[in-house]
């Protein structure tokens, strides 16, 4: 049922359920972050994981590369070096992400930021 009759934004809805696969989820959290007017009652999250596992991830990139004429990267790096490569960095980005989410929630704490929103709230409970 669409919501868009009093001017709202295009995209607007009301569901009785939505289901998200993978990357959905981001794509649901952008739109809702938006201010998108996206209603539901029940959201299902798919167990399909975002992303795979570095080796899983370094053997398509390299299938990838290799099919697209990029064959001089897998000629001289290493399979095993790429995925060192993958793992390390996935595992800087995932401390990043972890730090600046702590820093944020102290910030938070000491009134230096407004607390999240109760559409904020909403995404992080039916996120947990």
């Not at 990029?70 to 595992?91: C, D, E, G, N, Y």
Request: charged share 20%; net charge positive; proline share 5%.
């Amino acid at each position: 049922k669409t919501m868009n009759q009093e001017g709202g934004h295009p995209l607007a809805r009301e569901f009785d359920v939505v289901h998200v696969m993978s990357g959905g989820f981001l794509n649901l959290y952008q739109l809702l972050f938006a201010g998108v007017k996206i209603n539901f009652k029940t959201l299902v999250l798919d167990s399909t994981p975002i992303l795979p596992k570095p080796a899983a991830f370094t053997r398509f990139a390299r299938a990838y590369m290799d099919s697209v004429g990029l064959t001089i990267i897998p000629k001289l790096i290493p399979s095993p070096i790429h995925q060192a490569f993958v793992t390390f960095r996935w595992s800087l980005q995932s401390a990043y992400i972890k730090l600046k989410h702590q820093f944020l929630r102290f910030v938070c704490l000491l009134g230096k930021r407004k607390a999240a929103s109760d559409q904020m709230k909403k995404l992080n409970s039916q996120a947990n």
